[in-house]
């Protein structure tokens, strides 16, 4: 088995932000990761070569835009691999709905090159600390039957700075999680007063909910210097009752004395391990190791800067599944980074809303049909 050179040498790229120069690596590292897949899914392949789309037909980097793109809810029906499960060190889930998941696998080189990015985006954004400090995560807590992607990356958030404690707002209760925000309320109260800095992780949700109960029970606490709030995983079933980051903002100041500059936002699909952190402006700059195209609801055509559409994520990562080019079901834009004014120019992903899953159709529409015939 061939190792994957050009992969490796996209995730060394030095400024982790660079999609001006890194054009040219970060298409040769998919054509790479195409061949892969196609040699080693047989599933896979038949999509490829039911679509007329093979490795070799991969000339240049405006190609990528012409690889079939799987939707995440393909992932959730099916179990595509592309090396034998005992070859993966962890196979993650999506957080799944009715019980139905994607499960992703990842290959060893992959984990690596995924450390090598967290490494050099949580540096540029000031995640890491040598102070330590206690982790309030309004997520969920570890437990051996939960592989999600989201409990994983919480908890990895609280390796940013040594962790004297670690407090979770979901806990494993008779086969089930429950939320606790009473509890995560108290902590809140007993951690805030200590000569330790604070940090939060999880869902926006669950922790805007617990500063609204602070605010209207009148609690205001002045964290120490170094405490951060740290948000991911979307408002999921509470997308009714989303806020604008402004209200979060004010809220958060209001009630702990945090500004804006120490609350981070992370952005990220369980079928695309990319890790998207925001800026100082907030704004979620696309990083070198993937590529973002936004694509006409209608046509599927890529649609030009400015102009909303589904989200198409590209990286070549994860080499042990075929999550090379995937549509989320989520509604974005795609912004001129130069216009941001903090300093990082690749371009910036707005992301708009969720759309109804019967209003996702791509070029691979009928993958899951065609996966059915050919594994019969």
């Not at 038949?46 to 240049?60: E, Q, T, V």
């Not at 209760?173 to 309320?185: F, K, R, S, W």
Request: hydrophobic share 40%.
């Amino acid at each position: 088995m061939l190792p994957i050179k050009y992969r490796s040498k996209l995730f060394r790229t030095r400024n982790p932000f660079d999609t001006e120069t890194t054009n040219g690596l970060f298409f040769r590292a998919v054509k790479e990761n195409c061949r892969f897949q196609y040699d080693n899914c047989k599933e896979y392949r038949a999509i490829l070569d039911f679509y007329g789309i093979s490795p070799d037909s991969l000339c240049r980097y405006e190609d990528i835009a012409e690889i079939p793109v799987l939707p995440t809810l393909l992932f959730k029906h099916h179990k595509l691999f592309s090396v034998p499960t005992r070859k993966m060190l962890i196979r993650a889930t999506s957080s799944g709905t009715k019980g139905v998941f994607s499960e992703i696998g990842y290959d060893a080189g992959g984990l690596l090159c995924a450390l090598k990015m967290v490494l050099k985006i949580g540096r540029l954004r000031g995640l890491f600390s040598l102070m330590p400090c206690h982790y309030v995560v309004f997520g969920y807590k570890p437990h051996k039957g939960n592989r999600t992607a989201v409990t994983k990356t919480a908890f990895g958030a609280t390796l940013f700075a040594p962790a004297l404690s670690r407090s979770f707002a979901l806990t494993y209760q008779n086969g089930t999680y429950v939320p606790d925000l009473e509890a995560m309320i108290s902590a809140i109260q007993k951690y805030g007063h200590s000569r330790f800095p604070l940090r939060f992780m999880g869902f926006p949700s669950y922790t805007y909910f617990a500063l609204q109960m602070m605010e209207e029970r009148g609690i205001r606490i002045k964290l120490k210097k170094g405490s951060k709030i740290m948000l991911g995983g979307g408002w999921k079933q509470f997308y009714t009752q989303q806020v604008d980051k402004k209200t979060f903002y004010e809220l958060a100041d209001k009630v702990l004395g945090i500004g804006e500059e120490d609350i981070v936002e992370f952005f990220g699909a369980a079928e695309h391990p990319i890790l998207y952190c925001d800026c100082p402006n907030h704004h979620f700059h696309v990083p070198a190791y993937s590529r973002v195209i936004i694509r006409d609801v209608h046509t599927l055509r890529p649609l030009e800067p400015g102009k909303t559409g589904l989200i198409n994520l590209i990286t070549p990562m994860i080499k042990a599944t075929p999550i090379l080019s995937v549509m989320t079901d989520d509604l974005g834009v795609l912004h001129d980074g130069s216009k941001c004014g903090c300093k990082i120019t690749s371009p910036y992903l707005e992301v708009i809303g969720r759309v109804g899953l019967k209003d996702i159709k791509t070029c691979a529409a009928g993958a899951a049909d065609l996966i059915a015939e050919r594994t019969l």
